[in-house]
């Protein structure tokens, strides 16, 4: 360790009241290996008993007082706006944070008052309208910039850590196919169906016929455009409307990405649904981001990236199956795979940042690159997971002994 490390961390003649109360912060968070150098003054503030191994630049004083007032918050917006500036790997200084901040870590007391006052926006059938719109109407030219060929804005499945983000994506979407044991014969309905990939790869690989509901509009014009191009129109029909507005009788329900904008007090309705839609031996699949213990979103997540959206734990998952009578065949976590997805996805976003300026502005361009890294930092933290829950009708007994047919031969 550095010598210079305790000594420079301790309070010294001439510091300024801002450096006094940075390196009061720093050990209480048990000195974090994060140095902060403040511009205006030219101090650098260093953890007492660690080599610092991140470096934040902080331009001023009215920046550095809301750090210290709402860190979640007040963060995302200063290095939006460029008021912080992280010297060397961004994704690493997000990890070193999300450390400060893990779960069992005492969140400041002014933090959990400014969080009791923005509570997350309601998921209300007008709500989550609005809610999806502020997030994923954005333009499809923006997202066909990172998500790839596939626009599939999920978690993706690693065969193997050289896959590619392409084959990662489809080797997801064939991973659900078989956990739900689609057929030619088979009848499916997903809920938030995003641009459409999954929907048409279980009609086009798999022969299933697919009912698609998604809320947002310029998704459903190119998933409907994409269904035409690839002469799968009489196999998927893509809906405008709520999850909650399902009806018929479906082999397969199928559900990935969509839960984290359902809401947790709307758990039991989707349950219903769920139920509803299912034949007696019918299969679904729950693919959402997810949490060891309940809790909130990131708030500066929930407030400026995904308003209304909600990680569950799994006991919260529960709250969708048991009432319904929806009995839990499989369980998996593919956290690390959404960690990698996350690298392929800034790794693109990165290469097209000039693109993203052009279509909004500097300010976007760092609030979602701040996004991107934040959620690699949450995944391989273990801060969020990425559950797939596979359920069916407690009285369907047409079941297979094994796991075997999830994996390919």
């Known amino acids: 360790m550095n010598a210079n490390v305790g000594s420079d961390a301790r309070p010294r003649t001439g510091d300024s009241l801002e450096a006094r109360l940075l390196r009061r912060l720093l050990r209480v968070l048990g000195d974090p290996p994060i140095e902060f150098r ?3 003054s030219g101090e650098k ?14 331009k001023d004083r009215r920046t550095l007082f809301g750090l210290l007032y709402d860190a979640q918050i007040r963060f995302g917006d200063a ?24 779960p069992d870590a005492r969140e400041p007391i002014s933090s959990r008052i400014a969080g009791w006052c923005r509570p997350p926006s309601r ?10 719109h502020q997030h994923y109407d954005l333009g499809n030219e923006f997202y066909a910039l990172w998500l790839g060929e596939s626009m599939a804005y999920t978690c993706a499945y ?19 196919c078989r956990k739900l044991r689609l057929g030619a014969a088979d009848s499916v309905v997903e809920a938030g169906c995003g641009w ?3 929907a048409l790869h279980m009609a086009a690989r798999y022969g299933a016929k697919v009912r698609a509901f998604n809320i947002s509009r310029e998704q459903l014009e190119f998933a409907r455009r994409r269904a035409r191009e690839q002469g799968l129109e009489h196999r998927v029909e893509f809906v405008e409307d709520d999850y909650r507005n399902i009806s018929g009788s479906y082999d397969a329900f199928a559900s990935v990405g969509m839960l984290e904008h359902v809401g947790r ?21 729950i693919h959402s981001i997810g949490r060891n213990q309940p809790g909130s979103l990131h708030p500066w997540i929930e407030r400026r990236i995904f308003p209304g959206a909600y990680a569950p734990s799994l006991g919260e998952m529960m709250q969708i199956f048991e009432p319904s009578g929806l009995s839990v065949l499989d369980v998996e976590n593919l956290r690390l795979h959404y960690a990698q997805t996350l690298r392929h996805w800034l790794e693109r976003y990165d290469a097209n940042t000039a693109q993203v300026r052009a279509m909004f502005d500097e300010r976007f361009v760092r609030m979602w690159r ?40």
């Open 45 to 58: 503030v260093a953890p007492a008993s660690t080599e610092p191994l991140e470096h934040l630049r902080i």
């Open 123 to 132: 998921n209300t059938l007008t709500g989550s309208r609005e809610n999806i």
């Open 158 to 176: 690693y065969p193997s850590a050289a896959s590619t983000l392409e084959d990662a994506q489809t080797a997801k979407m064939d991973h659900v």
């Open 38 to 40: 403040l511009l205006w």
């Open 196 to 198: 459409g990939s999954l």
């Open 79 to 102: 290095f939006a706006d460029g008021q912080i500036e992280v010297d060397g790997d961004l994704v690493k200084c997000m990890v070193a944070l999300f450390k400060i901040f893990a």
């Open 370 to 409: 701040l996004y991107l890294a934040g959620s690699i930092a949450a995944f391989d933290t273990g801060t969020l997971q990425l559950f797939q829950v596979l359920v069916t009708p407690y009285d369907n007994h047409d079941l297979p002994l094994t796991r075997e047919y999830m994996y390919p031969r």
């Open 265 to 285: 007090e709307h758990y039991p309705a989707l349950g219903r649904v769920i139920r509803g839609a299912l034949t007696r031996n019918g299969r679904a699949l």
